[in-house]
């Protein structure tokens, strides 16, 4: 699947805690997608977790 970040990220770190493989914080603190392609089950959980709903796949 696809993964990104949408704009309205707060920076919470849900997303980088509950998989640090694909999400990690960048400079401003917000979330940023490090593996666009990946299987990785947990980025359901990311995207379930997501106080703001910003992070999408396809």
Known sequence: MKVKVNEG??????????????FELDDEGLAKVIVEETEDPAVQDAIDGCPVGVIEAE
């Open 9 to 22: 990220c707060l920076g919470c770190g849900a997303c980088t805690g509950i998989c640090p493989d694909v």
